[in-house]
């Protein structure tokens, strides 16, 4: 949870579409839906990579994962963690024999966007 806080703050704008609290990640956690990126020994990255998401894509075709709670930590910064994590994301999906990697993300991250 504190790799999830640490990426929240610094985000840019410092609003959050997050909000405060990660109930959902704690509910994915006993799922094996969680997965981290480490650094030297650290947990410096994260996402959750679901398989179905009708509350923002509509219903699940079969043929998607679904990436959420992308995040790194600001210590990794400029280091490429978002990248390796987005690619394993996409392994992981393609070793289901699933053909898309969905992310959404809020329309003003430019940083994420970028």
Do not use: K
């Not at 094996?32 to 994260?46: C, E, F, K």
């Amino acid at each position: 949870m504190d790799l999830l806080q640490s990426a929240r703050g610094a985000r840019e704008p410092a609003r959050s579409m997050w909000g405060g609290e990660f109930p959902d990640v704690l509910r994915d956690l006993p799922e094996g839906l969680v997965h981290l990126g480490w650094i030297d020994g650290r947990a410096m990255g994260t996402f959750v990579l679901r398989w179905s998401d009708e509350q923002v894509w509509g219903p699940c075709d079969g043929q998607g994962g679904y990436l959420h709670r992308l995040a790194a930590h600001p210590d990794a910064a400029g280091r490429g963690l978002g990248r390796q994590l987005v690619d394993v994301a996409g392994e992981l999906t393609a070793s289901q024999g699933r053909r898309w990697l969905r992310l959404d993300c809020q329309l003003d991250n430019r940083r994420l966007r970028a």
